[in-house]
């Protein structure tokens, strides 16, 4: 590791051969912690490059335990995190609400790291086990139409990290890593990214994969749907600006969609929402990233056919009803 310190020290990158040897070796335990937090510190002064960003995945990837839900076509909607801005857990949220339509679910997901309660806090708070015995996951996939896929159970750097992402309190590039490695290899994404620069990434990357994907971010810096202002989005076709009346019928205000200030504060605001009890704003920004999910799978003519379709998911109870499934499962 001091090698590569000293190289990267010196302003220079890493081919993708290198970046992908550094992660493998950090799963491996071959170097302390001070030297990965000193590895991770250097891509918080500079930009990752996308050989880097491509070498860390690949090694994730190539080291992961694979979750075999058995051909299910699957979705997951994620947010890379790390925006700073504190909002309810809205993607977790979502793919509730997208369960609740009879669309499949593979929510890959971890503790916060720069965030009071990332999509692993709030599920384990809401009584989920983490597991990563397949037919487990499948049995939840096919009766609850969703499964949770905690990420240090898939990726052995992930679990190495976890603690010294939690000490460093920022955001680092595993934030960027996260919704590129779900180890359900999901047919369909909705990925959230918190600025332009790495909505740019993304879309290079998963231009290159198999999947159907669709890039969001909010032009204020929210890393989802957040109709707080307008939404760029990106897809396989091309990309557009859209309103928050075009995504949700009216524009919200930051403090609308602030989250708990602990655990189990998100939790309650969870459960409100899915119970039906959300305030208006609340349930607008979770229909409106369901909305831009479903529509991502192509079974929707119209954003507003998705929208109307999330809308029935939540009033029906049928978002609610796929969490106790879930729940009930363990």
């Known amino acids: 590791m001091k090698k590569i310190l000293q190289y990267l020290f010196e302003y220079k990158t890493l081919t993708r051969e290198l970046a992908k040897e550094a992660l493998v070796n950090i799963s491996k335990g071959a170097y302390n912690e001070s030297e990965i937090a000193a590895f991770i510190t250097v891509f918080l002064m500079r930009s990752i490059t996308i050989d880097e960003l491509q070498g860390f995945r690949d090694a994730l990837l190539e080291l992961c335990v694979r979750a075999d839900l058995n051909g299910n076509e699957t979705i997951d909607i994620v947010g890379t995190g790390g925006d700073g801005k504190n909002t309810f857990n809205i993607s977790t949220l979502a793919c509730f609400i997208v369960a609740g339509t009879g669309q499949k679910v593979a929510k890959h ?86 600025n332009l620069e790495m909505a740019r990434i993304y879309n290079y990357l998963l231009q290159q994969t198999e999947g159907t994907f669709t890039i969001i971010h909010s032009l204020d810096g929210y890393d989802e749907i957040s109709l ?28 609308d969609i602030s989250g708990g200030a602990t655990v189990e504060e998100a939790a309650k605001i969870f459960l409100k929402i899915l119970h039906g009890e959300g305030t208006w704003a609340q349930n607008a920004v979770v229909l409106a990233n369901a909305a831009m999910a479903l529509h991502c799978t192509g079974n929707y003519k119209t954003y507003d056919d998705a929208y109307l379709a999330s809308v029935e998911s939540l009033e029906s109870g049928s978002a609610y009803e796929a969490l106790k499934k879930l729940v009930a499962l363990q």
Not at 124 to 146: C, H, M, P, R, T
């Open 228 to 255: 707080t202002n307008d939404t760029k989005v990106i897809t396989n076709e091309g990309e557009k600006i859209m309103t928050p009346e075009q995504l949700g019928k009216r524009m919200v205000e930051a403090t």
């Open 109 to 194: 997901g971890n503790y916060g790291a720069s965030s009071i309660s990332g999509a692993s806090n709030v599920m384990e708070q809401l009584g989920y086990k983490f597991k990563n015995d397949k037919s487990q996951l499948k049995k939840e996939v096919e009766e609850a139409n969703i499964c949770f896929l905690h990420a240090p159970l898939f990726h052995p750097a992930l679990k190495t990290v976890g603690p010294i992402r939690k000490n460093l309190g920022v955001r680092t590039f595993f934030n960027m890593l996260g919704p590129m490695v779900n180890p359900a290899f999901p047919k369909f994404q909705l990925v959230g990214v918190y």
